[in-house]
């Protein structure tokens, strides 16, 4: 069974910056892709940034040029660097893989971001 943790949650101000990383217990080699997305109350879950097997990258419009998904084959992490923080960025964020060769996809446990003065 694979495992995402997620890590790196918390409370900022606005304007401030946050760095999440998930480590997954397999090789991340094989990706299909892996990526996050965030959830708040009463809405559905949304793509946040996404990093493809062949390494293109994905963003929502309302985090382009202030988020960055990045991926380490080495340590089986893909991070996302968070800057110029929002209070609409608040949010659950999970982490999601899928790899090659199977249909299942996988969620982390999600973190708290909280942006707020």
């Known amino acids: 069974q694979v495992q995402l943790v997620e890590s790196g949650g918390g409370l900022v101000q606005p304007g401030e910056s946050l760095r999440l990383s998930c480590a997954a217990s397999?090789?991340?080699?094989?990706?299909?892709?892996m990526g996050w997305y965030r959830q708040v109350p009463g809405k559905e879950r949304e793509l946040v940034a996404l990093?493809?097997?062949?390494?293109?990258?994905i963003y929502v419009e309302s985090v382009k040029g202030r988020f960055t998904i990045s991926r380490d084959n080495a340590k089986n992490t893909v991070d996302l660097q968070m800057n110029s923080l929002k209070p609409e960025d608040t949010a659950v964020y999970y982490c999601?893989?899928?790899?090659?060769?199977?249909?299942?996809?996988?969620w982390g446990q999600g973190t708290q971001v909280t942006v707020s003065s």
């Open positions: 999601k893989a899928r790899w090659e060769g199977s249909r299942t996809t996988y």
């Open positions: 990093i493809t097997s062949g390494g293109s990258r």
């Open positions: 397999r090789s991340i080699f094989s990706i299909i892709d």
